[in-house]
């Protein structure tokens, strides 16, 4: 009888024990603890609103896209202009650059053509002074050079396109062309001119 009240005893201290672990864990001991403010008295607060910028019309962006377009496309025809053929035949004979330029002076009132014509012969007159006639070559050869022309008259290019059939008489041209070097009355062509004629031509060059 006495074994039996010890375990009885035992039993319900045992049930206590887990009935607690049990309510325990399930939060029943748990006190939430009171809310404390952070601040000790209130801030003022004052809300700014920025004022909204307004967005361009894209119309201008597209219209300065348009004109730059537009610009590279004139850019790119006046830098594609046909070469001029220029012949020997068309040289004035016994005519002085200051007399020509004086003449070109008079007549600035004439036709483009006539300017064309003047300024041609100018450009065969100088690479004539300027050719060398190699020793024991024949008369009557002819070969076609092609020049380019900055608009100081200074000559950034020349190639040989039509020889003469003699190698000598096709160097003696190429050297009359690096020896002039440079046309000193380009400055005396008007632009529209010189892109249309003088930027890029060819010579038949026959120097009798």
């Known amino acids: 009888m006495r074994i039996n009240k010890i375990y009885l005893?035992?039993?319900f201290i045992s049930f206590l024990i887990h009935a607690s672990i049990i309510l325990y864990l399930l939060g029943y001991f748990y006190f939430e603890a009171k809310e404390r403010s952070i601040l000790s008295r209130p801030i003022e607060v004052n809300l700014v609103f920025k004022d909204e910028v307004p967005i361009?019309?894209?119309t201008n962006q597209i219209q300065e896209i348009k004109t730059e377009e537009s610009k590279e496309r004139n850019q790119i025809s006046?830098?594609?202009?046909?070469?001029?053929?220029i012949s020997f035949d068309s040289l004035i004979p016994s005519t002085s650059f200051e007399d020509l330029l004086r003449e070109d002076s008079l007549i600035s009132q004439e036709s483009e053509q006539s300017q064309v014509e003047l300024f041609s012969s100018l450009i065969i007159q100088s690479l004539q002074s300027a050719w060398r006639k190699p020793i024991n070559i024949q008369d009557g050869l002819i070969c076609d050079l092609r020049i380019t022309i900055n608009k100081n008259g200074?000559?950034?290019n020349v190639n040989l396109i039509k020889s003469s059939g003699n190698i000598r008489f096709d160097n003696s041209a190429l050297m009359a062309v690096q020896r002039t070097e440079t046309f000193n009355f380009f400055n005396s062509i008007p632009y529209n001119i010189y892109l249309s004629n003088f930027k890029n031509i060819v010579i038949t060059f026959n120097p009798s």
Do not use: L
């Open 78 to 85: 006046q830098d594609i202009v046909p070469e001029k053929s």
């Open 56 to 58: 361009k019309s894209n």
């Open 154 to 156: 200074r000559i950034i």
């Open 9 to 11: 005893e035992a039993s």
